[in-house]
């Protein structure tokens, strides 16, 4: 699945040491900066907030880009091997940019201007996106060289005139990935030093090359077309990047200085960084692969309701997660265990409230949903009930999925990446187990795929809880516990209202037209939305004053530690 620009691997937050007028002048006196301790939640809250709006664009755009594939295309073998295609190329991108962003470059990136060294940190940055960069170009050309062997990795059934149109898409998506992950690394330096503009326009112009592809190409080209403007749009994601990035990057070399002690230890976490980070991805790898044995369009099926129920993922615990990670890494680095614990803990509990209903949410509203979204053109109601499907089986992982996008980064924060390591492997035996198992031993087809990835991932987060509280000795896991059970009864009673609510509007409205689709779906997610806010008011939740704190941009302080 391609979801590059989806990954939104925003890095917020602006290094120690470097002062908002110090950005090009290295050589300049430095003013005093803000310490950990003085660092509230006002600064995570604002910068959550930017993050957010910015992916909540990209994945609405990633939505239209989806609707224009199911309208033009339908659910066919030539989506699934359209989709098929990403395979490779998206675990490459995990392992070499996003799991090496998130667990090694800013970490010690960090801690060299944490203690006011920026020329040690640039230096060895530069090494990095050397190297990286290096890498990227080895990993292109003996994907292109090597795609015919690589294919059956992605879909081992596939064979004839549709294997030898995976290898062509592949051969096509390769180049692309290089620029996505080119435009990866431009996205975290520029956030680092604030900027945040250019990273968000990025993606909208990925987004509308593979629209424009689809709509413009696609009825002539075939599949063809649409990957033509994914090309496209992946050039003008690194593009637009690329005159900003000159401003901020004066201190940039291009030199490879492989044994400096920073990269050793980049080199240290990233190693087993790459696999903890990239489970995720190799589970759906997986699933996609065996749903190649199934009936025709089993893999599309599985990507139209694994994107959407990455939407809430993306936009809020992705948001909450990138924000707070560099605070989480400064807190680590000065041993301020209290703040580091009480940190996580909102950071979590923020993250829960707002996945646990939304998981609901998809479980209850799916058919509406993907009716709205996607039942247009070629996109049958036999298609919209098989989506929906397999959406009811992946909503089950998104409470468990959103905790993990945290708990894997205090891992990182803490220097430890062995441990994810373990825990991913565990998650990848446990998924491919229960694959087999449910697609043997029951009659849930493909959606046996999805329930086994959400179990996975389920066992996979408590895993995490589990040890985290035991390295740290403890992990504020009452509040925790306490916001977790009066989330899921405010969830219940939301849940009940919203499908009362959408069988009503249904008998009132013609589900025939786009807005009796959107009235189906609309009104009762707003019913849902307000039911679910009355009871975090009555509640008092301490997790909504941060949200409504990172909308006002208004201060909010760490909770004191009962």
Do not use: C
Not at 448 to 473: E, M, W
């Amino acid at each position: 699945m391609y979801t590059h620009p989806d990954f939104d691997g925003v890095l917020v937050d602006k290094p120690l040491g470097i002062a908002g007028n110090e950005r090009n002048d290295h050589n300049s006196k430095r003013t005093p900066t803000m310490g950990v301790n003085q660092m509230s939640n006002r600064q995570v809250a604002r910068n959550a907030t930017i993050v957010m709006i910015g992916i909540f664009i990209s994945r609405v755009l990633g939505l239209v880009r989806e609707r224009a594939v199911a309208q033009v295309f339908g659910r066919t073998q030539q989506t699934d091997a359209y989709f098929a295609a990403f395979g490779i190329p998206d675990l490459m991108y995990y392992l070499l940019v996003g799991g090496a962003l998130s667990a090694a470059f800013i970490p010690v990136f960090t801690s060299y201007l944490a203690q006011d060294d920026e020329e040690t940190a640039w230096h060895v940055a530069s090494t990095f996106i050397t190297a990286t960069v290096i890498l990227l170009l080895i990993f292109t050309v003996v994907g292109e060289i090597f795609t015919p062997q690589l294919a059956p990795l992605v879909a081992y059934d596939y064979s004839g005139e549709q294997l030898a149109l995976l290898v062509q898409l592949m051969r096509i998506v390769f180049p692309a990935v290089l620029f996505t992950a080119l435009a990866g690394l431009e996205m975290g330096v520029l956030n680092s030093y604030q900027h945040f503009t250019a990273p968000v326009v990025g993606p909208i112009l990925y987004n509308l090359g593979i629209i424009a592809g689809a709509y413009v190409l696609g009825p002539k080209y075939g599949v063809f077309g649409m990957a033509v403007g994914l090309v496209v749009g992946a050039f003008g994601n690194f593009a637009i990047q690329l005159p900003v990035l000159l401003r901020y990057t004066r201190a940039y070399r291009p030199i490879l200085d492989l044994r400096h002690p920073g990269i050793r230890k980049m080199g240290a976490l990233m190693l087993p960084a790459m696999v903890g980070l990239s489970v995720n991805q190799l589970n759906l790898m997986i699933s996609q692969n065996i749903a190649s044995g199934l009936a025709e369009g089993s893999i599309t099926a599985l990507r139209l309701a694994n994107r959407l129920m990455q939407f809430p993922l993306g936009v809020f615990a992705m948001g909450i997660s990138t924000a707070v990670f560099p605070l989480l890494t400064r807190l680590a680095a000065t041993n301020a265990y209290k703040e580091l614990k009480e940190t996580y803990s909102l950071g979590l509990r923020t993250v829960l409230i707002i996945t646990i209903p939304a998981s609901l949410g998809l479980l209850v509203l799916g058919e509406p949903i993907v009716r709205f979204l996607f039942q247009t053109g070629e996109f049958t109601v036999a298609d919209t009930q098989a989506t929906a499907y397999a959406l009811f089986f992946y909503a089950l992982a998104l409470p468990a999925l959103s905790g993990i996008q945290l708990t894997s980064r205090m891992f990182y924060a803490l220097y430890d990446t062995k441990t994810p390591v373990k825990i991913g492997i565990l998650s990848v035996i446990v998924s491919t187990a229960l694959s087999l198992l449910f697609l043997n031993f029951t009659g849930l087809d493909y959606g046996g795929l999805a329930l086994a990835f959400s179990v996975a991932t389920t066992v996979n987060f408590i895993v995490y809880i589990l040890i985290l509280r035991k390295k740290l000795g403890g992990i504020d896991g009452g509040r925790i516990l306490t916001s977790v059970v009066k989330s899921s009864l405010a969830s219940l009673v939301m849940g009940v209202v919203v499908y009362l609510s959408s069988n009503l509007v249904g008998q009132w409205v013609s589900l025939a037209t786009t807005r009796g689709r959107l009235l189906q779906m609309a009104i009762p997610m707003l019913i849902g939305i307000i039911v679910y806010g009355v009871f975090l008011l009555a509640f008092r939740m301490e997790e909504l004053e941060f949200l409504l704190s990172a909308v006002k941009g208004r201060k909010k302080r760490l909770p004191a530690k009962e």
